[in-house]
């Protein structure tokens, strides 16, 4: 059974930058063909896509936030993490990684529990 | 980007009733890359239908989806306790993937 974790400081300042890690078991990263992905949700909102990884380091980002986005990729650790830059009180949320199968449906079939992100100083 | 409206905000229903909830595009989606999350306080969400009416591993068949074009529909047939939730439809196209901004069910 896959499962994914996600671990980061839960209080980033404003005009920092957050980071998070998303830590894969029950199955490589590296060992087929997945997106990684990071979505966020805001305070009793709905869902936004942040961007995805896939294993060989190919990254793409959602538009809205591809100034401010990186992402890596860490297959000897079973990791990928988020790294936001210059955030405001408005990247506030839940942070989750889930996969995308690709099995050609573009669905995520995995999600981790999620982790909250305050921004405040 | 595809916007996705979701009708309605909220739902008051009794358990045993039959729920219907709406996913509007703002412009085409393919069958294909339409699906279904339910998400519970305090969870995460969890995948029941993709490719618009395909069932995910575990979900009992009292959940179904439907539709084509702009308008997509998932059908709770019978609520169980366990059934009420929010609800949100997510649609992948164009190297984007986006949400509705969900569904409420609770207990009338």
């Known amino acids: 059974q896959v499962q994914l974790q996600e671990s980061g400081p839960g209080l980033v300042k404003p005009s920092q930058t957050l980071s998070l890690t998303c830590t894969v078991s029950?199955?490589?990263?590296?060992?087929?063909?997945?997106?990684w992905s990071w979505i966020r949700q805001h305070p009793g909102k709905g869902l936004e896509w942040i961007g995805y990884?896939?294993?060989?380091?190919?990254?793409y980002y959602n538009p809205s936030l591809k100034s401010r986005v990186t992402m890596s990729v860490d297959t000897s650790k079973n990791q990928f993490s988020l790294k936001l830059s210059s955030v405001t009180a408005a990247d506030a949320a839940v942070y989750y990684c889930?996969?995308?199968?690709?099995?050609?449906?573009?669905?995520?079939?995995?999600w981790g529990q999620g982790t909250l992100v305050t921004v405040s100083s | 980007e595809t916007v996705l409206t979701q009708s309605p905000g909220t739902l008051s229903l009794s358990p045993g009733e039959r729920a219907t909830l709406s996913c509007r595009a703002s412009?085409?989606?393919?069958?294909?890359?339409l699906a279904w999350y339910q998400q519970k306080p305090g969870q995460a969400p969890r995948l029941l239908i993709y490719?618009?009416?395909s069932r995910a591993t575990g979900i009992p068949d009292r959940f179904s989806g439907s539709g084509s074009g702009t308008d997509f529909t998932l059908t709770i047939s019978r609520l169980e306790p366990e059934d009420f939730a929010v609800y949100y439809c997510?649609?992948?196209?164009?190297?984007?993937?986006?949400f509705g901004q969900g569904t409420k069910v609770e207990i009338k």
């Open positions: 889930a996969r995308d199968p690709l099995d050609g449906y573009g669905h995520f079939d995995y």
């Open positions: 029950g199955g490589s990263i590296s060992s087929g063909n997945y997106y």
């Open positions: 990884i896939f294993h060989s380091g190919t990254s």
């Open positions: 412009q085409t989606v393919s069958s294909t890359f």
């Open positions: 490719g618009t009416s």
């Open positions: 997510q649609q992948y196209g164009s190297s984007l993937w986006t």
